[in-house]
């Protein structure tokens, strides 16, 4: 086959006709500020590199499809999920947490797992994690968390005491490290995980009727994870195994997909709930709240450019259609300020113009303007206010999402049982995993824990005791410490663990 060729330009479509020599004075220089083609080149070379996201750096992506297979229109009118059979374009991110764009695909860290639906009633993100909890439940905690999970300000090397000393002294964090430090925190590809909302949002019908719903993507490829030996050798060996897995498993036509599996509570259902339905680091038992199955999603398309489609993506969970909405969740009220925030200094104020995060089916009738990369016709010479009446675009009226009680006192309140922070986790330990799974998790604990100081160590041994006083036991005797001195702390309030513990001699060296 012929190949076609085309003719070099600059950005503005001047042809381009020496791309290997710079304008000079003389065969030895120096160059000629003339030379706009060079000055254009370097200039956009000097630009290439958006700032990094502070979490989710690295990540992997694809297009594909979501099919309902269940009739759900008596708890949501959202028309994506209004007929059995009907299918919406996606894309979906997939990433780590909490390490640089160059770290590897197998570190111990959650994942993220973002979901963009294109639907006739714009975009719709849901944006969650390959586990069902989270470490904190107040946005508040939230930079102090991702600061100990970087690298020490001093050093510039990832720090377990660092690390440690936070999740010790937050006890609502255990449930979520017990997952991570099981072999769930590395899972072996992005195909062989599923993806949780997490939080919970609200659902709401044609008839004004509001539910609570948590979402699933159950991975119909199998739950597969990597070992902690496992995971250290791919990370020398090839730390983009996950990245990898996925763009060549696309290319093979051996497309990856997820049921998507939803759990609902009505509004009287959850008042006498046991659990906080709000509180992310919480699970709603399925026991209690049994799943039904909503739909599938396939991913069938490779990105054809990774920094147009992948690098660019940005999802908001404030973006929500008709039918569904927001909890009052603290952690997902913080997350919808937060997200459209860093989207604004990492791409700019038209973000929402990029092809990737731009509404398909739904083209954007706003009467924002102008700003940084604005690309359409910016409105051309219509209204850029409301009210008007020169046929601009208006508010569909009627079309409110139902509202719901909320009462109470302003302030700054801690969570109103505190003790339920263990239980959940003990259960995992107790009855979910086997005893492969508790072998694992011991000995995950204690390769990391054991790199922190003993005093931190001590603190966050007595919480996994609170949570069951076998897990407690089996990380203090791998990491030598005295149990008597365990149980007596898991005996206090957290203010008396953390004043006991500072008394511990920690070595100079440290």
Not at 15 to 35: I, Y
Not at 50 to 64: C, L, T, W
């Given at each position: 086959?012929?190949?076609?060729?085309?003719?070099?330009?600059?950005?503005?479509?001047?042809?381009?006709?020496?791309?290997?020599?710079?304008?000079?004075?003389?065969?030895?220089?120096?160059?000629?500020?003339?030379?706009?083609?060079?000055?254009?080149?370097?200039?956009?070379?000097?630009?290439?590199?958006?700032?990094?996201?502070?979490?989710?750096?690295?990540?992997?992506?694809?297009?594909?499809?979501f099919e309902a297979t269940t009739n759900v229109t008596r708890y949501t009118k959202a028309r994506f999920l209004s007929e059995v059979g009907k299918r919406t374009d996606l894309f979906v991110r997939f990433s780590?947490?909490?390490?640089?764009?160059?770290?590897?695909?197998?570190?111990?860290?959650?994942?993220?797992?973002?979901?963009?639906?294109?639907?006739?009633?714009?975009?719709?993100?849901?944006?969650?994690?390959?586990?069902?909890?989270?470490?904190?439940?107040?946005?508040?905690?939230?930079?102090?968390?991702?600061?100990?999970?970087?690298?020490?300000?001093?050093?510039?090397?990832?720090?377990?005491?660092?690390?440690?000393?936070?999740?010790?002294?937050?006890?609502?964090?255990?449930?979520?490290?017990?997952?991570?430090?099981?072999?769930?925190?590395?899972?072996?590809?992005?195909?062989?995980?599923?993806?949780?909302?997490?939080?919970?949002?609200?659902?709401?019908?044609?008839?004004?009727?509001?539910?609570?719903?948590?979402?699933?993507?159950?991975?119909?490829?199998?739950?597969?994870?990597?070992?902690?030996?496992?995971?250290?050798?791919?990370?020398?060996?090839?730390?983009?195994?996950?990245?990898?897995?996925?763009?060549?498993?696309?290319?093979?036509?051996?497309?990856?997909?997820?049921?998507?599996?939803?759990?609902?509570?009505?509004?009287?259902?959850?008042?006498?709930?046991?659990?906080?339905?709000?509180?992310?680091?919480?699970?709603?038992?399925?026991?209690?709240?049994?799943?039904?199955?909503?739909?599938?999603?396939?991913?069938?398309?490779?990105?054809?450019?990774?920094?147009?489609?992948?690098?660019?993506?940005?999802?908001?969970?404030?973006?929500?259609?008709?039918?569904?909405?927001?909890?009052?969740?603290?952690?997902?009220?913080?997350?919808?300020?937060?997200?459209?925030?860093?989207?604004?200094?990492?791409?700019?104020?038209?973000?929402?113009?990029?092809?990737?995060?731009?509404?398909?089916?739904?083209?954007?009738?706003?009467?924002?303007?102008?700003?940084?990369?604005?690309?359409?016709?910016?409105?051309?010479?219509?209204?850029?206010?409301?009210?008007?009446?020169?046929?601009?675009?208006?508010?569909?009226?009627?079309?409110?999402?139902?509202?719901?009680?909320?009462?109470?006192?302003?302030?700054?309140?801690?969570?109103?049982?505190?003790?339920?922070?263990?239980?959940?986790?003990?259960?995992?330990?107790?009855?979910?995993?086997?005893?492969?799974?508790?072998?694992?998790?011991?000995?995950?604990?204690?390769?990391?824990?054991?790199?922190?100081?003993?005093?931190?160590?001590?603190?966050?041994?007595?919480?996994?005791?609170?949570?069951?006083?076998?897990?407690?036991?089996?990380?203090?005797?791998?990491?030598?410490?005295?149990?008597?001195?365990?149980?007596?702390?898991?005996?206090?309030?957290?203010?008396?663990?953390?004043?006991?513990?500072?008394?511990?001699?920690?070595?100079?060296?440290?």
């Open positions: 086959m012929k190949i076609r060729k085309k003719t070099l330009t600059t950005a503005f479509g001047i042809p381009v006709a020496d791309d290997q020599n710079s304008l000079t004075a003389g065969p030895r220089g120096p160059v000629l500020m003339q030379d706009v083609h060079l000055l254009e080149k370097l200039a956009h070379f000097d630009r290439e590199r958006i700032p990094e996201r502070v979490v989710h750096a690295k990540g992997a992506g694809a297009f594909g499809y780590t947490v909490g390490g640089e764009k160059g770290s590897a695909d197998s570190a111990r860290d959650p994942r993220g797992f973002a979901v963009k639906f294109y639907t006739e009633e714009g975009n719709y993100d849901l944006v969650g994690n390959n586990t069902p909890v989270f470490f904190i439940r107040d946005p508040l905690k939230f930079p102090d968390f991702i600061h100990t999970q970087k690298r020490n300000p001093a050093t510039n090397l990832p720090d377990p005491n660092m690390f440690w000393d936070f999740l010790s002294l937050t006890p609502e964090s255990i449930h979520q490290v017990t997952i991570l430090f099981s072999d769930r925190g590395t899972p072996a590809t992005y195909r062989h995980m599923n993806g949780y909302s997490s939080h919970t949002f609200k659902w709401y019908n044609a008839r004004g009727e509001y539910f609570w719903v948590q979402y699933h993507f159950k991975t119909d490829q199998g739950i597969r994870n990597l070992t902690r030996e496992e995971a250290k050798r791919l990370a020398g060996e090839d730390p983009d195994h996950a990245t990898r897995d996925l763009f060549n498993s696309i290319e093979n036509e051996d497309y990856p997909s997820w049921t998507l599996e939803v759990q609902i509570l009505t509004p009287e259902q959850a008042r006498d709930f046991r659990w906080d339905i709000f509180d992310i680091t919480k699970v709603w038992p399925h026991a209690e709240v049994p799943p039904i199955q909503i739909g599938k999603m396939v991913l069938n398309r490779n990105p054809r450019n990774y920094f147009a489609d992948v690098e660019q993506a940005a999802f908001c969970p404030g973006n929500v259609v008709p039918g569904i909405g927001l909890s009052p969740d603290k952690m997902l009220q913080g997350r919808v300020f937060s997200y459209h925030d860093t989207h604004l200094h990492r791409l700019g104020p038209n973000y929402h113009l990029i092809p990737v995060n731009a509404p398909r089916h739904a083209p954007e009738n706003s009467y924002q303007r102008d700003g940084f990369m604005r690309v359409d016709a910016n409105g051309e010479g219509g209204p850029n206010y409301w009210p008007n009446s020169f046929g601009g675009a208006a508010p569909v009226t009627g079309d409110s999402e139902p509202p719901f009680d909320l009462s109470g006192q302003a302030g700054r309140h801690p969570a109103s049982h505190p003790n339920d922070d263990f239980e959940q986790a003990g259960v995992l330990f107790r009855k979910v995993m086997t005893d492969v799974d508790r072998d694992h998790l011991i000995g995950n604990i204690v390769d990391h824990l054991g790199k922190a100081q003993e005093r931190i160590q001590l603190r966050q041994t007595a919480l996994f005791y609170k949570a069951d006083p076998e897990y407690g036991r089996r990380v203090a005797e791998g990491l030598k410490l005295d149990i008597g001195k365990v149980k007596a702390l898991a005996g206090m309030s957290q203010e008396e663990r953390t004043e006991a513990t500072l008394a511990v001699r920690v070595p100079e060296s440290a």
